[in-house]
């Protein structure tokens, strides 16, 4: 071993980027040092929401005893890394001890946005992000009493889904006109509200926060909305999106992409040749992306570089979704918006039965873009495939047949 990796952050993606270092490198020439903030190593995040209902923490974490005894490795666990010092080619940690590296891999996530509403600092606001959040809120959690979930995308529906099997009264409060904005267009999100409201849940979209409401002992007693409604809740958790974890980069000399996030090309190398950044910190071509399986595609990229392998460059990263819990099935892949010029829709709405399909294709009709599926995704996986290409039979036949 007489090179050293050092790793900052280790979150899911990070987990990744080490297990297939280490599985690659036979001839056990890395040595690899990561640091995560959180007090435990890489864990499952994707499946944090079963902690309000009970998962425990252990059984999401990632790392296998091999991985833990493997003296290749040397973990640290909540140690924040506070500096990195190219022209050294080291990092300081918030305590002030020092590493030096050959390779530095920036893999630190997002932190969970709050808007700046007043009072969104109260005792009783929460984000929806972390182990340590999650465990906070269940801990804080009242049955019987409200909760208000700021944000009604695939986050926020699973934390609303979360505080009612506490036993709450959940309401969603969306800003856009729909749930699941991003991936869903009108009659889907529509018809997603009306499944979501018959699971015991209100719903609230094109009305935002105004404030929340203190009562004489500070902590949260309301919230009222921009429309004048004011709802009785002792929690609110905010799901309204993330913002990539970037905070190295100005004391590093990197440069950030637009809206954030470590500037890498398409391999995920920043301008230090020795400096690469994956998952969601990463603006790879400028844009970040807030799914793991992007991130994923990135750690291997980056593994096969370190291993002097063809490593592959992260293009059209499949942001396709599939919302897993509530019960409800929902699933959106390509073009869901049509947002392509001239692109044509077809839908077959079933609302009596919970169900809405739909298809973009080209302006021509033949060519599959993306489509939404509300209440029945068993044709995801099918169609996804498609995306892209002709269309195999008629646009009708593929929503209907099982
Ligand atoms: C409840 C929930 C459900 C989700 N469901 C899905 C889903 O269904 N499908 C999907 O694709 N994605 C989902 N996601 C998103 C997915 O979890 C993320 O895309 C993925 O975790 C990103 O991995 P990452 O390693 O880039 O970042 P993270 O998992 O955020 O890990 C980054 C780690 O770096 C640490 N860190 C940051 N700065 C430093 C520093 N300076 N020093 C040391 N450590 C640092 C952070 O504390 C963190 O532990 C979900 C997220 C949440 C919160």
Not at 13 to 21: G, I, N, P
Not at 81 to 92: G, I, L, P, S
Not at 230 to 246: K, T
Not at 313 to 341: C, I, M, N, Y
């Amino acid at each position: 071993m007489n090179r050293t990796l050092v790793v900052v952050g280790h979150g899911m993606v990070a987990h990744r980027l080490v297990e297939r270092l280490l599985a690659g490198d036979t001839h056990r020439r890395w040595r690899v040092v990561v640091f995560g903030e959180e007090p435990w190593p890489a864990y499952d995040r994707i499946r944090l929401s079963g902690c309000l209902e009970g998962t425990g923490a252990a059984e999401l974490l990632l790392t296998t005893p091999a991985l833990l005894a493997d003296s290749r490795v040397e973990m640290w666990t909540g140690t924040r890394v506070a500096e990195v010092d190219r022209e050294h080619r080291m990092v300081r940690t918030e305590h002030g001890e020092r590493h030096l590296y050959d390779a530095l891999v920036l893999a630190t996530g997002s932190r969970a946005f709050v808007p700046p509403v007043p009072g969104g600092d109260a005792p009783g606001c929460f984000t929806y992000r972390t182990l340590d959040d999650v465990e906070t809120i269940r801990a804080s959690a009242t049955p019987g009493d409200g909760a208000v979930v700021v944000g009604g995308g695939l986050l926020g529906l699973e934390a609303a889904n979360g505080l009612r099997t506490l036993g709450l009264r959940t309401h969603v409060v969306e800003l856009a006109p729909r749930l699941m904005p991003i991936q869903l267009d009108g009659p889907g999100g529509s018809l997603l509200a009306d499944i979501v409201r018959g699971r015991g849940m209100d719903v609230r979209c094109g009305v935002a926060l105004e404030r929340v409401d203190r009562g004489a002992d500070g902590r949260v007693v309301s919230v009222t909305l921009t429309d004048g409604t004011v709802l009785d809740a002792s929690m609110v958790v905010f799901a309204a999106g993330v913002r990539p974890r970037d905070e190295l980069a100005a004391g590093a000399g990197l440069p950030v992409g637009p809206r954030g996030g470590f500037l890498v090309d398409e391999l995920c190398r920043t301008t230090d040749p020795r400096v690469w950044a994956v998952g969601e910190c990463a603006a790879v071509a400028g844009r970040c992306h807030g799914l793991v399986a992007p991130g994923y595609r990135m750690a291997e990229s980056v593994a096969a570089q370190l291993l002097r392998e063809t490593p592959a460059p992260f293009r059209d990263p499949d942001l396709s979704t599939r919302l897993k819990l509530l019960g409800v099935q929902v699933a959106s892949f390509g073009d869901a918006q049509a947002d392509t010029e001239g692109a044509l829709e077809y839908a077959v709405e079933e609302p009596p039965a919970g169900r809405y399909a739909k298809l973009v294709l080209s302006g021509d009709g033949r060519v599959l873009l993306g489509g939404v599926l509300v209440g029945d995704t068993e044709p995801f996986p099918r169609l996804r495939a498609l995306v892209g290409h002709r269309l195999p039979a008629s646009a009708d036949a593929l929503l209907r047949r099982g």
